[in-house]
């Protein structure tokens, strides 16, 4: 079975140390590939539990979202996801950076909210009335049959 790195070539020796325990034996590394033979790993290991395993080592190293893990047969390629033009801005618009030297924002005191207006009678109309909640009616006591 063999791991085509791709850009994760530096992460290897930690993916080859994070399968280890995993698949049964210990996989060799040799360059951008990690080598798996067959006959050593555990009964039951397939090809797709260890895409499983590298996805899980992926999303601990906090970079599950920047690849994709495919495989063909006893093959499995981990490339790298290049995101458009517009995926990077909605991304930085989401997380927008703060410039080191910038003092932390001071909390400002909270201003009491003006009351708010009343809605025209026309939009009053049309507004359904709200039911009242329901209050428990009290137990009835049984009438003492002695009487």
């Not at 927008?96 to 109309?125: D, S, T």
Request: hydrophobic share 25%; glycine share 6%; net charge neutral.
């Amino acid at each position: 079975m063999k791991v085509s790195l791709g850009t994760l070539k530096d992460s290897g020796d930690d993916l080859v140390a994070f399968l280890e325990p995993r698949v049964g034996t210990k996989p060799s590394l040799s360059g951008g590939e990690i080598e798996i033979e067959d006959e050593e790993v555990k009964e039951g290991v397939k090809p797709r539990h260890v895409k499983t395993y590298i996805k899980r080592f992926l999303y601990m190293k906090g970079v599950r979202k920047k690849y994709r893990v495919f495989v063909t047969g006893k093959e499995l390629t981990i490339q790298e996801i290049e995101l458009g033009e517009k995926e990077e801005e909605e991304k930085k618009k989401k997380a927008p950076e703060k410039p080191e030297g910038a003092p932390a924002e001071e909390a400002k005191p909270e201003e009491p909210e003006a009351p708010a207006e009343e809605p025209p009678k026309e939009e009053q109309a049309k507004e359904k009335p709200k039911k009242a909640a329901k209050k428990p009616r009290p137990k009835k006591k049984k009438a003492d049959e002695d009487t």
